[in-house]
């Protein structure tokens, strides 16, 4: 059974960090597309960041560049999201989700988990 679990989520004032991390069972994260997104509430799910851990691609929404670094650890069959000047608008459920590509995508991921809600505030 393929499951990607989320942990890492929580309270946070403005300015602070968090470290989120999604690991894989059932699948090997070293040959997929891994992508973090959020849901604020009220708002639509919007990508976030993706890495393509084999060919060492990574990519960035223009609101999160500067402050959070993707990163995988094979070993661990991890993938982190590293966010760094946390903001209130970074308020939302992020999620990990899979797609056997070597492209990242925002569209037709074969695996989702289930969420960790972040919070921002003070």
């Known amino acids: 059974q393929v499951q990607l679990v989320e942990s890492g989520g929580g309270l946070v004032q403005p300015g602070g960090s968090l470290r989120l991390s999604c690991t894989g069972s059932?699948?090997?994260?070293?040959?997929?597309?891994i992508g973090w997104f959020r849901q604020a509430p009220g708002k639509e799910r919007e990508g976030v960041s993706c890495?393509?851990?084999?060919?060492?691609?990574?990519k960035y929404a223009d609101f999160v560049k500067g402050r959070f670094t993707i990163s995988g650890d094979n070993a661990k069959n991890t993938v982190f999201l590293q966010m760094d000047d946390l903001k209130p608008e970074d308020t939302a459920v992020y999620y990990c989700?899979?797609?056997?590509?070597?492209?990242?995508?925002?569209?037709?991921?074969?695996?989702w988990g289930k969420g960790t809600l972040v919070t921002v505030s003070s």
């Open positions: 059932g699948l090997s994260l070293n040959y997929y597309a």
């Open positions: 989700a899979a797609v056997f590509d070597s492209k990242c995508r925002v569209y037709g991921m074969d695996y």
């Open positions: 890495i393509v851990s084999s060919d060492g691609i990574t």
